[in-house]
Structure formats: C-alpha cells, structure tokens
C-alpha cells in the first residue's frame, strides 16, 4: 500500500498540486485504501462506489467533504 501512496504523492508533485491539496487527497486516498482492505475489496471504480456510498448514508458527509474525497480517488484511479 505504501508504494500506491508514495506514487499518488509523486504524481501529484508533478502536476504542482498545491500542499494543503496533496496533504488533504492523500489523506483521504489512504482513507479509501484502508476501506478497501479492511473489507478485502479489490481498487476500482465500483469499490469507490460502495465506499462513497457509505460516507453519504453512515457517516452523512458534507457535500464539501465528499468533492474532496472523489477529486482524491478519481485522481487517483486515473493515475494507476
């Protein structure tokens, strides 16, 4: 898993994210990566989903805290 975040972080260099954004998608992608392992579910699209899925209805984020998760993931799978 680290080699994933240490290329996201990579990345993101590279197309001068500014700092808050690469510390904030980073967060959030790590918080992805774990969902995906916890419920041993493989690093797609459709596992995105489910994920956002429960952020809306079990932990009912801000529509502000949801952009920042999908901007971080879609970034993200667009990049492997």
């Not at 690469?22 to 995906?36: A, D, G, M």
């Not at 489910?50 to 901007?71: D, N």
């Amino acid at each position: 898993m680290l080699h994933l975040i240490d290329d996201f972080c990579q990345k993101m260099v590279i197309k001068n994210f500014s700092a808050s954004t690469q510390r904030s998608y980073k967060n959030e992608l790590i918080k992805f990566l774990k969902h995906c392992d916890k419920e041993n579910v493989t690093i797609n699209s459709t596992s995105f989903q489910t994920y956002l899925i429960g952020l809306i209805k079990i932990k009912k984020l801000s529509e502000c805290a949801l952009k920042q998760s999908i901007g971080a993931v879609k970034f993200f799978l667009n990049s492997i």
